[in-house]
């Protein structure tokens, strides 16, 4: 009996692996899909097909065309994060770098694939109330993230507005690098907000 | 002659106040359509309906799709800027207020509808570089306004690029807008980064 079970158990380990990476490769395309062709032009069968994966698996993983999408782009967001704290492991020692890296959330593929949802979400029926709730989840944790990384106190006055413009003006910054490469006025922009940031929350 | 040439300018008179009458009709109809149902759903004929004018004389006044959609965006911006100049026809005396002002710039439907025309033209060929050159047009504008209207001085070094910051914190504050009523926090963010435009401007 045991051998039998041990058998089994090996056998379902590779096939939970193999289940896993079809997710992950679908929600990746997902996100790049939405980002290159907006919520229109982005079907379960179009990223089924860029991440070679067959339409009935695609939704087997994910019943519905807004499951996958918001999925996406929640798993990319937890991703950027991740990726985020593992640049800066002990806080960040250069405050300058951190600023560049959290506006840096904002001019990728990621938040060009979350524009197009979210927009979409402001007329779309289905769509509004799953991306808005995904939208003040995402917010809340890169607010914390921010926070913690900036090393900033929270219980000073101002201090938590301060941090929340600093991280509008990231997201406008991504509006502006929509239709443009924005990066050389971004830069300036950025250095100058940082020196902006340090006397404020000094 | 002079009589009959009279006549038939009075007679013009009128036909043009009533052909700028219905363009506006239109322009107006069209960024209330665009903020109410995104890209997607606005056409020529959904924006003649809701002015009340033919389709034919829409085509008249607009012969594409975006042609009638770049143009409104540009009008609406301009009433905006008139508006807010109106506001503060002395410069502003108070610039919490005109911060706020400025602020409201980019929560209301004007906003909502650039935004999608925005998103639109970020994959769609006919409006890429429309939409672009308008961008730039409406953002150099806007920029030129506040620099204004806040009495910065932009040959003291920094000062052009705080001012950019801060319009680009409007963006993102509109855009955080656009799913939920942000009000409440957007009312907290403004009055700290006001404090913090003060000391830098001073």
């Known amino acids: 009996m045991g ?30 899909c939405l980002a290159e062709r907006g ?3 982005s079907t379960v069968s179009v990223v089924a097909e860029r991440a070679g994966v067959s339409r009935g698996a695609a939704q087997h993983h994910f019943p519905t065309r807004e499951d996958l999408f918001t ?10 994060s991740h990726a985020l704290r593992a640049l ?19 001019t990728g593929p990621l ?36 926070v913690e990384l900036l090393g900033a106190d929270e219980t000073r006055p101002g201090v938590r507005e301060t941090v929340q413009g600093f991280l ?11 239709l443009t490469d924005d990066r050389a006025r971004r830069e300036r922009v950025v250095a100058q907000w940082t020196r902006v940031l340090d006397r404020e929350l000094r």
Do not use: C, I
């Open 168 to 178: 509008d003006m990231a997201r406008g910054l991504g509006l502006a690098n929509l």
């Open 88 to 106: 800066f492991p002990q806080g960040a020692a250069d405050r300058a770098e951190l600023v560049a890296a959290v506006v840096d959330l904002y």
């Open 3 to 32: 051998v039998v079970n041990d058998a089994r158990a090996a056998d379902r380990a590779p096939k939970q692996d193999r289940s896993r990476a079809t997710r992950q490769r679908l929600l990746e395309a997902a996100v790049a």
């Open 71 to 80: 999925a996406a782009v929640e798993y990319v967001a937890e991703q950027r």
């Open 111 to 146: 938040f060009r694939a979350a524009l197009h949802l979210w927009v979409a979400a402001s007329h779309e029926e289905q769509l509004g109330p799953r991306v808005t709730e995904l939208e003040a989840r995402v917010g809340r944790e890169t607010h914390r993230l921010t």
């Open 39 to 41: 919520w229109t032009g």
